[in-house]
T-cell receptor, first 113, second 107 residues
Framework: GAVVSQHPSRVICKSGTSVKIECRSL??????MFWYRQFPKQSLMLMAT?????????EQGVEKDKFLINHASLTLSTLTVTSAHPEDSSFYIC?????????FGQGTRLTVV | RKEVEQDPGPFNVPEGATVAFNCTYS??????FFWYRQDCRKEPKLLMS???SGNEDGRFTAQLNRASQYISLLIRDSKLSDSATYLC????????FGKGTMLLVSP
């Protein structure tokens, strides 16, 4: 089946720095990718919808200037957490759909210290 | 009312038991429905899609009731390896996840 690769799987960064997370669809073209965040014991919450070649659509309450999304090609979307704070520590997961189902990246566990 | 609601559990069952989860959704225009399984600290993986006619895959049976806006998942003959969180997922314009139901199968 289709595979979505997400990198890095784990990152620890200092408060105030920026972190970039990559999401790649390996064997299909994804015009749309989704970025989710999951806090402990919480559901996956949609942060934004990433559209190839255009601006991302952010969910209410998600700061677009803090969570920068770039979808430069049909196989790559990136999420950059800028000026990270400890409260940004979370599990970030990307997802891409083909015609039948959604596939998820392996997730990135971000810890901001 | 939340868009997708599930009983968080945990459901503690012995091996071999039958267990059922329900999920309700609020958007009557929802198009597709899925059950995903998520193991601790891992990404969700599709367990099965849910069709209007109901569908079965081995020990797993999924049902959809559009009139009452709920979907269900039945697991028969539970295995230890079934222990996980089961996420109800509803598609309208985007995928919306329930908070998940935790299942713990004990020997």
């Amino acid at each position: 089946g289709a595979v979505v690769s997400q990198h890095p799987s784990r990152v620890i960064c200092k408060s105030g720095t920026s972190v970039k997370i990559e999401c790649r669809s390996l064997d299909f073209q994804a015009t749309t990718m989704f970025w989710y965040r999951q806090f402990p014991k919480q559901s996956l919450m949609l942060m934004a919808t990433s559209n190839e070649g255009s601006k991302a659509t952010y969910e209410q309450g998600v700061e677009k200037d803090k969570f920068l999304i770039n979808h430069a090609s049909l196989t790559l979307s990136t999420l950059t957490v800028t000026s990270a704070h400890p409260e940004d520590s979370s599990f970030y997961i990307c997802s891409a759909r083909d015609n039948t189902e959604a596939f998820f990246g392996q997730g990135t566990r971000l810890t901001v210290v | 009312r939340k868009e997708v609601e599930q009983d968080p559990g945990p459901f503690n069952v012995p091996e071999g038991a039958t267990v059922a989860f329900n999920c309700t959704y609020s958007n009557s225009a929802s198009q597709s429905f899925f059950w995903y399984r998520q193991d601790c600290r891992k990404e969700p993986k599709l367990l099965m899609s849910v069709y209007s006619s109901g569908n079965e895959d081995g020990r797993f049976t999924a049902q959809l009731n559009r009139a009452s806006q709920y979907i269900s998942l039945l697991i028969r003959d539970s295995k230890l390896s079934d222990s996980a969180t089961y996420l109800c997922v509803v598609l309208y314009s985007t995928l919306t996840f329930g908070k998940g139901t935790m299942l713990l199968v004990s020997p």
